[in-house]
């Protein structure tokens, strides 16, 4: 069985945010670099259905985890 393979754009798309990559590359801009102590789901800048998707799928270590976490690497970046 082949496991889905995410991509920043897909998952910016689920969270319901522009998926292009300008956008992408602006959002982390924005919201980076994360303190260390807060995980990325724990972000001010979600909404609580967003959170909720991204604190869900790492726990579960989804199909999204490891795309999650290339996001969470992104923002935590200094």
Do not use: Y
């Amino acid at each position: 069985m082949e496991t889905p393979t995410h991509t920043l754009g897909n998952l910016f798309a689920q969270l319901g945010l522009p998926a292009e990559p300008a956008a992408i590359e602006q959002f982390i801009q924005t919201h980076s670099p994360l303190q260390s102590g807060i995980m990325l789901c724990d972000a001010p800048f979600w909404t609580a259905a967003q959170a909720s998707f991204l604190r869900d799928e790492m726990l579960n270590d989804a199909d999204w985890a490891e795309v999650i976490d290339e996001l969470n690497a992104l923002l935590h970046a200094k």
